[in-house]
């Protein structure tokens, strides 16, 4: 073992048997509150909430709120296509053609037969609360979203008088709840209106007050479009009913047929409510009975069953990077930022604000969190606001695990598992292979045609793979084994059997190859300098393809299992073409050979799939495959990679995983100069979420790694700008929680716990030790 004898005569070993105590961690305001001196005026400044399902963007205006409201279901209807027209025989043709050279001739066919080219749907805001109060003069005004409580707050005065309005997206109470209060003996007057954008002049809802309550009822349409070159009728979708009461002290409440109305009220609650067709048949009856109940609480109430339930799961875990606080407004301490300054409490409020989004937008019984999570006040999202397979969604759920938030994987599971039951009738139809196809987008409904016009980005056929490490690390994680037996191992083995269909024999060196194969949104130019898609196993493609056999036979393995399956992957992972292969530079190929690059700069970075986020290349194994990997990203970099928030974040991770702890440290700085909307939403541009889920991820990798086996790396990339801090609950694999503490650099408190016997290796402070961990107990290591 590394350097372990002098390693003990370092450190002194605590054995206890109760739960790990926590290292104390000072949650100060600035890295837990966004707050702002003045009203958000465009979306990109409001503050978001959400319940997972039901979310909003508050703008905080004392004088015209406006509260733009999204549910993750409100999309318009399956479309009902059919699989492409593409057969086995077409496809073998496809493949013939990218070995003679005719990568163009190969991109356009595989287009032509296997890309449906028709109008993608989009995910579509729900509409608007609108609170227009009488006109008045403030001051002292403060808005705020602290992420200790899920709580959006704001405060002004009028005429020297306080005015007060809190608001939450509670899960427990399935419900937007908004509690105004004053001091000013007038009360507070507005006028309370819900609407919805027209989508291409036609109305797309219906508001009107019954019985005291305000709702607004709609149904999710596309208008227009083009298929197979027929203009396409309208597309109606998703239903839903939302409905508005108000409870008071002071004034009165007056109703107009399509208003509620406040006069000189002393303080207000709103309670706000929707269902749709999607979760409900009987959606309508639902927001009724569930309006009737949720309005008999007080709002002190409400509040306590959500701070309850939130911080159930956002307090499991607790970092402290920053020596002092800055009390300054988040707008102007970003700007401060993009002027050069360093803001440690910053990237704190960052790392917890990813840990905030998700929970916001992806529980238990939701939807995935999609492009934008939940966010969106289009009726046409960027990119559909929908979700796409070749790194996106996957980041989003990065940080899922490793900051100790297991469950909130649970939706992307829904969407997968349902992926896989629909992709099995397009693996048999369009290239003749059991088991399961998932393409590169998809949407609410799990379609799983690949769609676009486009080989480069259509063409993408790793998803699939990709997504079932997230079965295989959810697992490794939290050592479920049931899950492993119910869920994990049969969606494992139907993307397996897909994959071990797909594979050809590739008659230049009888390997086994994915083909066609491309390497995700990227092109090369090919011998006859042309710029083309599909090739014959691209790096990235093999990589997963190899992953996923390992991991399909380690689990079969755990659980005992021998079938037709392992044995036939077994055999087919030895004759796989390596996805890991060098080029005459000493960097990873990214296609089958050494191809001109169109894009050195490229946004994605698929032949580093490997090294992360898999775990073929690592220091342990193959630290020669690391050096080229660093060299691969390096050249990435000096062609201007990483111009997109999300492509920054997958840097950051990717010199994590590197040790280069400065220079992920750098980067967090260009993700926060170049691509932070003011609401510290990450920027594709536009919004887009995934760069949020994907620094939170980095970050943690910088404090903690477990990917290399048993090995658990403690602060392998700290930066030098982080020289002491304290953190509590990240979880390695294994279903190990961390705790620890740092000065100068050097770990001076390590506390680890399990709920099962296990041993492990930890390298810390640059030294390795054994440490044994028995089931229930906890160790602790003082340096």
Known sequence: MRKLLSFFALVFIVSCTHQTKQITVDLRDDSSLLWYEQ????????????????????????????????DDSLWPAADGWDNPDGTPEDLAKVRQLILDGENVKADAMFVEKFLTKGVTKSHQTMGDLWIAFDSVSYTDYKRSLDLRTALVESSFKVNGKQVKQSILASEPDDGIFLKYTTEDEQGLSAKITMSRPDDNGHKTATTFVEDGVLVMQGEITQYGGQFKGEKRPVTHGVKFDTRLKVKHTGGEVLF????????????????????????????EQKSKRHLESVSQKSFSQLLSAHTKDYQALYNRMKLDIANSPINEPTDKRLQSVIYGATDIGLEELLFNYGRYLLTSSSRPGTTAANLQGIWNEHLQAPWNADYHLNINLQMNYWLANVTNLDELNQPLFDLVDRLIENGKIGAMENFGCRGSFIPHATDIWAPTWLRSNQAYWGGSLGAGGWLMQHYWQHYRFTQDETFLKERAFPAMQEVAIFYSDWLMVDPRDGLLVSAPSSSPENSFINAKGERAALAMGSAKDQQVITELFTNYLNAAEILGIENEWTDKISTQLKQLKPGVRLGSDGRLLEWDREYEEFEPGHRHMSNLYAFHPGNEITYQNNPELVAAAKKTMDYRMEHGGGHTGWSRAWLINLQARFLEGDLAHENIYTLLSKSMAPNMFDLHPPFQIDGNFGLTAGMAEMLLQSHENSLIRILPALPKAWPSGKVNGLKARGNITVNMAWEKGKVTVLQLSSPITQSIEVLVNGESMMIELKAGNSKEVLF
């Open 39 to 70: 009203p958000a005026d465009e979306w990109l400044e409001a503050l978001p909430i959400g319940n997972g399902r039901f979310g909003a963007m508050v703008f905080s205006d004392p004088n015209s709120e406006r509260i733009q409201l999204n």
């Open 256 to 283: 107009t047929d399509e208003a509620i109305e406040l006069k000189n009220v002393k303080e207000a609650t709103f309670y706000l409510v929707s269902n749709t067709s999607f979760y409900e048949e009987a959606f």
